[in-house]
Nanobody, 124 residues
Framework: QVHLVESGGGLVQAGDSLRLSCAESGHIFSAYDMGWFRQAPGKEREFVAAITGSGDSATYADSVKGRFTISRDNAENTVSLQMTSLKPEDTAVYYC?????????????????WGQGTQVTVSS
């Protein structure tokens, strides 16, 4: 069983930065591609970013490209999402997710394990 725990959420102002982290315990972390998703009130959960197990490739949603950066530390079993130039529309619960696979995926259904989520609120 893969256990994921997110941290780092909070209330910030538009234009601020925030760093989310997700810790995994108990497995070969580098074997899993990792993704970040978010869900705003009244909306479907949407893809934000994903990174391969080795960390050599990443992909982003158009809405966050150039502002968010996903990274991972396989020695520490963590994946992070550095968010800059935050906008009120980035307000959501952010979830980290893991999957064992051969190619980066951006659909929610492709991920097998999920954290409990962390709230990010961006005020205008």
């Amino acid at each position: 069983q893969v256990h994921l725990v997110e941290s780092g959420g909070g209330l910030v102002q538009a234009g601020d930065s925030l760093r989310l982290s997700c810790a995994e315990s108990g497995h070969i972390f580098s074997a899993y591609d990792m993704g970040w998703f978010r869900q705003a009130p009244g909306k479907e959960r949407e893809f934000v970013a994903a990174i391969t197990g080795s960390g050599d490739s990443a992909t982003y949603a158009d809405s966050v490209k150039g502002r968010f950066t996903i990274s991972r530390d396989n020695a520490e079993n963590t994946v992070s999402l550095q968010m800059t130039s935050l906008k009120p529309e980035d307000t959501a619960v952010y979830y980290c997710a893991a999957r064992f696979g051969l190619r980066l995926q951006i659909t929610e259904e492709s991920y097998d394990y999920w954290g409990q989520g962390t709230q990010v609120t961006v005020s205008s």
